[in-house]
């Protein structure tokens, strides 16, 4: 007797990441209630399975559903406003000017839904938020189907959000509270970074992070201009001086860690941090290339980011793995660093572990949630195909995006992403936030 299951998948190459480095053929996947039930040779699961639905796709590859560790969602109304500047111009000329001006309740989740949009087309399930207003970001996020860890942001400087951290804090853990339990909406303490914070608004951060057993989300050695800051005000670099306030733990992900020494790293290794790497971002806004290939030699989990759209500009994390890929090759000199199937894994399983959501997400196992998007490796452009991992990493974008389920729901069906809203209005909002800032 057959049994039921919600919907199997069939692709040509189910490639599950844990196990590492094994690429399944013919391999089928049975979802029930939103749970991977099982994985299995393509036969048996005809035989064995009887389900709802059947997604046939003979010329494709199934992997985990991506995981975008580090973004600001609702800047995507700011994709483009302002371009080929270092960091610190852009923040103090461009984006918090604009921010002050424009940052609202309807701003966040207009951008934060437009975001959820073009990440969903591009395989990405889940999601590290960092910005104002978390209870219209995670509002978005609900909406679009997405899993994401929303960051109760803290800052020294007021906004339209907040005062001062502990107003921050405050705030921010009450829209927590108001999301607890949800399935796929879950929060992290996001101090903005150690320039931004002072030491009463880190300490008061880990305090929360630890007494709530919360991620940490936080930029840190970004520029080099930062660590020197640092260490003038300081008298430590920024990793030691969070040391020293209690911040650094297997629940911090440190954001870009670009100008990192060896020390620096040791100090990251020890405390079994996790690193949010933005390749793109990091060379857009000239910030360094980030030793990624001394970073895996030290053991360190490692994930990827997009960064927002106002300094990528794109928030696609099949870009970000090629990027990865060859900016490590070049800065070590080393042909052989960050080969595909590792980092494919920090797409994936590296974020989802950093995000402390490893259990259930970030590989194609049974007993995980369904979070998992198919690439079509079916057209001239993509063939031959010798190995379906080095596609994935060094000819795919997010084009070839062509199915993507989140907690076992279909979000993207033949390349069409699945909203309440559909194309015509999102692009009349994001027209219209384009008019107001263009009213500066």
């Keep these: 007797m057959s049994i039921g299951v919600d919907f199997l998948v069939h692709p040509r190459w189910l490639i599950p990441v844990e196990p590492d480095r094994i690429v399944l053929a013919q391999h089928s996947i049975a979802v029930r209630d939103g749970n991977i039930v099982d994985i299995l040779p393509q036969a048996d ?24 560790l580090h973004t600001h969602a609702a800047m995507s109304l700011m994709r483009g406003l302002s371009d080929d500047l270092p960091l610190g111009r852009w923040l103090g000329e461009v984006i918090w000017p604009a921010e002050s001006r424009h940052i609202s309740p309807s701003f966040v989740h207009d951008g934060t839904l437009l975001a959820a949009h073009e990440m969903l087309r ?79 608004g880190l300490e008061r951060a880990a305090y929360f ?42 629940n911090l992900t440190a954001v870009h860690a670009v100008h990192t020494n060896e020390h620096d790293l040791a100090l990251l290794t020890h405390h079994g941090c996790s690193v949010a790497h933005c390749p793109s971002s990091n060379m857009k806004l000239a910030s360094g290339i980030a030793p990624l290939p001394a ?14 759209a106002a300094s990528n500009n794109r928030l696609d994390l099949l870009q970000e793995m090629r990027q990865c890929a060859l900016l490590a090759k070049v800065g070590s000199l080393d042909a052989t ?29 049974t007993g995980k949630r369904a979070d ?67 009213l500066i």
């Design 209 to 250: 992070a630890a007494e709530l057993d919360l991620p940490v989300h936080i930029h840190i050695h970004e520029t080099a201009d930062e660590v020197s800051g640092s260490l003038a005000t300081h008298g430590a670099r920024p990793l030691a001086r969070l040391e020293r306030l209690g911040l650094l733990g297997p």
């Design 45 to 68: 699961a005809r035989a064995r399975y009887r389900a709802a639905a059947d997604y046939e796709l003979p010329g494709h590859a199934l992997i985990p559903g991506l995981v975008n």
């Design 337 to 365: 660093a960050a080969p595909a199937h590792t980092v494919l894994r920090m797409a994936t399983l590296g974020g989802a572990r950093a995000l402390g959501l490893d259990s259930a997400i970030g590989s194609l196992e």
């Design 122 to 200: 591009g395989g990405i399930t889940t999601c590290n938020d960092m910005y104002f207003f978390p209870d219209d970001a995670a509002g978005a996020f609900a909406e679009a189907g997405m899993r994401a860890v929303i960051g109760v942001i803290v800052l020294d400087f007021p906004s339209a959000w907040a005062n001062d951290p502990d107003d921050y804090l405050r705030r921010g853990l009450a829209v927590r509270d108001k999301w607890h339990g949800h399935p796929r909406i879950s929060f992290s303490i996001a101090p903005h970074a150690p320039y931004s914070v002072s030491d009463a």
């Design 372 to 438: 998992f998007c198919a690439i079509a490796l079916d057209a001239p452009s993509t063939n031959p195909c010798f190995d379906p991992v080095s596609h994935l990493i060094y000819v795919c974008g997010r084009e070839q995006v062509s199915h993507v389920w989140v907690d076992g729901k279909i979000r993207v069906h033949n390349g069409k992403v699945l909203l309440q809203i559909n194309d015509n209005e999102l692009l009349a909002l994001a027209s219209l936030w384009q008019t107001k800032l263009c």
């Design 295 to 308: 970073m895996l030699r030290h053991g360190i989990n490692a994930g990827l980011g997009t960064d927002s």
